[in-house]
């Protein structure tokens, strides 16, 4: 493809070469380039791209794509100035790829939490319609029925593009996607044309990249000023923030507040959520196999962007009603001594005190609470979720989440310091297994053990090596004979 037009709507110079040279593929990592590329020098946060222009004309790069011009390189390559390389690349990559979104239905959920829970309900509605659905998010990513493997919740843009466009080929009509703050801030989604956004909630999490709560709440509402249509919880603090700078129709949903959709008469067991509604002056019952009522607000999230997509409200229940919940959220596991173990992806404060609180509604005896935080993100949350966990809890286990680079028994220590604030009583144990194993031991007739954290998780990253962890396996070869 010939590179000025890769460069269709990006502002540049060229500072030398040719621009109508014709390029083979577009890399931003030096390590992929081969003969014909286009380098893309991306400014990281660990290393500078521009540092590995060299290497990648050595490798066969015919063109550059920089913010500044990289030092040592030939006269024939050619070089375009840009002011965002990560922009520039992901327009790159929307004319490489063919402009893949505006081909489907493209739905982007974004918030601090519910983002997984809410495309899996809507993908549940769309099955039931027999729609092919394309899904992007933390868990995997999903063309119909095919599993692909995902490192990210949004993955960079020339991957995403790229991922569009096999979806586009494969008959894909809807696609339902987590847009995550880190992908707007980082014009990981650019280009992509949302013909709905959905905002499920904003409260405390990374920290540690955006610095403030009102960055992330900029970068959030980056979605809801490109979405043609958007859904938009009002219950929510930054909900009516998301309302203003959303630039087309706007479908509200609320338990508290006035809103188009509005939930009333909830109910909530072990099993599941039911509620009712009205909509168009007539009165639904709703039926949620996920109990909690964050279930609830992530159900009127899901219906809301289906209204828009013009599928009836009865077929929309019908669809609901199908979703058997979602790997690693709330996923129960019961024993024959009368007691049950709950993994669910918890891992901000806000998702720690929803469950926390659901679980009460229904625990006949205790809860015991095993959880961590993660290694190498927002470190302001330890204490805060020790503090909740301790407030929720009978009893606590401080255990280990991905440690990643940092040491396991400092993070320990950091949640502690907000547990002791509580009247809760609890251990730490760095070793996860060995802290499912003292909570299982520990357990009796109606309590509730929440393992919380880590969710679908398959893994556990330390700082050496990543090693198979499953937190459903691991509780279900704690409870041995007495699994149900
Ligand atoms: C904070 C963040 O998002 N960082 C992303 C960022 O990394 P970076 O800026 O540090 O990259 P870098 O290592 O400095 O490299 C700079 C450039 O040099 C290039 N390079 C590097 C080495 C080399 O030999 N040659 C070369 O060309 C790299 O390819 C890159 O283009 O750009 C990289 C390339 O796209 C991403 O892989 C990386 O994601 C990291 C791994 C990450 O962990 N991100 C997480 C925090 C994230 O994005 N999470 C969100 C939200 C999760 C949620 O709440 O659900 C997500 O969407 O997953
Ligand atoms: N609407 C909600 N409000 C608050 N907490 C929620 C909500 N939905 C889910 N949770 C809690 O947050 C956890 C993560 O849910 P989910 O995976 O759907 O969120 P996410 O936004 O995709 O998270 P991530 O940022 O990691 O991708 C759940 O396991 C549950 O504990
Ligand atoms: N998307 C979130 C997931 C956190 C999950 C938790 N298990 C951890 O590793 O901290 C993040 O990358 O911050
Ligand atoms: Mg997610």
Redesign the pocket.
């Known amino acids: 493809m010939e590179l000025n037009k890769l460069l269709k709507g990006v502002s540049y110079s060229v500072l030398q070469g040719n621009a109508n040279i014709e390029v083979k593929k577009i890399e ?4 992929k380039v081969t003969a014909g590329d286009v380098f893309v020098c ?1 400014t ?6 521009h540092t ?1 222009a060299a290497k ?1 004309v050595k490798s066969g790069a015919v063109a550059l794509i920089c913010e500044y011009v990289p030092e040592g390189i030939d006269k024939e390559v050619t070089i375009f100035q840009v002011e965002n390389s990560r922009e520039a690349l992901a327009f790159m990559a929307v004319q490489y790829f063919n402009q893949p979104s505006p081909k489907m239905h493209v739905i982007g959920v974004t918030g601090t939490n519910g ?1 997984t829970t809410t495309t899996y309900l809507m993908k549940s509605i769309l099955d039931h319609m027999e729609k092919k659905v394309g899904v992007v998010g ?1 868990i995997e990513n999903r063309i119909g029925d095919r599993v692909l493997h995902t490192e ?3 993955p ?1 843009s020339k991957e995403l593009q790229e991922l569009l466009d096999t979806m586009v080929k494969e008959d894909v009509s809807h696609v339902v996607m ?1 847009v ?4 707007l801030d ?1 014009h990981r989604v650019d280009g992509i044309e949302y013909e709905i956004g959905i905002f499920t909630n904003l409260t405390q ?2 920290l540690d ?1 955006h610095k403030t709560m009102e960055n992330y709440k900029e970068a959030k509402s980056k979605l809801f000023e490109r979405a043609q249509k958007s859904v938009i919880n009002l219950d929510d603090a930054a909900g009516s923030f998301m309302r203003e700078r959303a630039k087309g129709q706007v479908l509200t949903f609320a338990v508290e507040n006035d809103a188009d959709l509005r939930a009333r008469n909830i109910e909530i067991s072990a099993e599941g959520t039911e509620f009712s509604l009205t909509w168009e002056e007539k009165e639904y019952h709703v039926h949620l196999s996920t109990p909690g009522r964050f279930s609830v607000y992530n159900a009127l999230g899901a219906i809301g962007a289906c209204l828009l997509l013009g599928i009836s409200m009865t077929d929309i229940l019908v669809g609901l009603k199908e979703n058997q919940g979602v790997a690693g959220r709330f996923q129960a596991v019961r024993s024959k001594k009368g007691y049950q173990g709950v993994v669910d992806y918890a891992h901000t404060p806000d998702g720690l005190d929803n469950i926390l609180k659901t679980a009460r509604e229904f625990a006949k005896g205790r809860i015991i609470t095993i959880f961590g935080c993660g290694g190498d993100r927002d470190k302001t949350k330890r204490p805060i979720m020790g503090e909740i966990a301790g407030n929720g809890s009978d009893y606590c286990i401080i255990t280990s989440d991905n440690p990643r680079t940092e040491d396991p028994l400092t993070i320990l220590n950091e949640v502690e310091a907000g547990m002791k604030k509580t009247q809760c009583p609890y251990e730490k144990i760095a070793d996860r297994r060995a802290a499912i194993l003292q909570g299982t031991k520990m357990a009796k007739t109606g309590d509730v053990i929440i393992i919380a954290g880590k969710g679908h998780e398959n893994y556990q990253i330390f700082k050496d090596c990543t090693i198979h962890f499953d937190d459903m396996e691991e509780i279900r070869k704690a409870f041995g004979e007495d699994c149900i």
């Open positions: 931003y990592d030096s390590r991306i990281g946060f660990q290393r500078d791209g590995f990648a983002k933390t990210r919740t949004t960079e987590e995550s703050s880190h992908s980082l999490d990374h990249y």
